[in-house]
T-cell receptor, first 117, second 114 residues
């Protein structure tokens, strides 16, 4: 199998605080993980590519100092939303890339809903 | 840049009806194409994929054919079931090997009524 988990599934925080979201590949190693953001009734938008052992690659328009990404191990990537504001409220989804047996597929986590008050 | 245009929903069908969800794309090179499905309360799951022109991806009775001439990858199923109710996303991957940096459509919510 290929299971990806996210924690927490839902978080509510006050404006100005920081929130950390974890993404774990439970049964495979992933040198590459991706972080997406999804607004209501809209598509998933790639925020950044997280590479184990190196700095994340951010998409154009994504503030790297606001969305800190750390790929600490082959099974864990974290996204920290620093000094969160209401406009950061969204559904954040991670995926982990599994390359094995001639295949190359992204497996997605269940998402984290962030609400900033 | 790459983009995916997907049929807007929601789509409501009766059980055993024929399903088509349209997807067209704009891309440079020769991208891979995917359909992902998101069941209520769950993460996205890969439903099927095609990596080159004229390839047909299929899974669980769903199929889609990579049509380069019409830049399309429409999802079809001959007889839908209530358990097919979910949100379906068409996606486009890079032209390099693998599916890095997926570009998604907006998703189509499908509801099947008994």
């Amino acid at each position: 199998g290929a299971v990806v988990s996210q924690h927490p599934s839902r978080v509510i925080c006050k404006s100005g605080t920081s929130v950390k979201i974890e993404c774990r590949s439970l049964d495979f190693q992933a040198t590459t993980m991706f972080w997406y953001r999804q607004f209501p009734k809209q598509s998933l938008m790639l925020m950044a590519t997280s590479n184990e052992g190196s700095k994340a690659t951010y998409e154009q328009g994504v503030e790297k100092d606001k969305f800190l990404i750390n790929h600490a191990s082959l099974t864990l990537s974290t996204l920290t939303v620093t000094s969160a504001h209401p406009e950061d409220s969204s559904f954040y989804i991670c995926s982990a890339r599994k390359i094995a047996g001639g295949g190359d597929t992204q497996y997605f986590g269940p998402g984290t809903r962030l609400t900033v008050l | 840049g790459n983009s995916v245009t997907q049929m807007e929903g929601p789509v409501t069908l009766s059980e055993e009806a024929f399903l088509t969800i349209n997807c067209t794309y704009t891309a440079t090179g020769y991208p891979s194409l995917f359909w992902y499905v998101q069941y209520p309360g769950e993460g996205l799951q890969l439903l099927l994929k095609a990596t080159k022109a004229d390839d047909k991806g299929s899974n669980k009775g769903f199929e889609a054919t990579y049509r380069k001439e019409t830049t399309s990858f429409h999802l079809e199923k001959g007889s839908v079931q209530v358990s097919d109710s979910a949100v379906y996303f068409c996606a486009l991957g890079g032209s390099n090997f693998g599916n890095e940096k997926l570009t998604f459509g907006t998703g189509t919510r499908l509801t099947i009524i008994p």
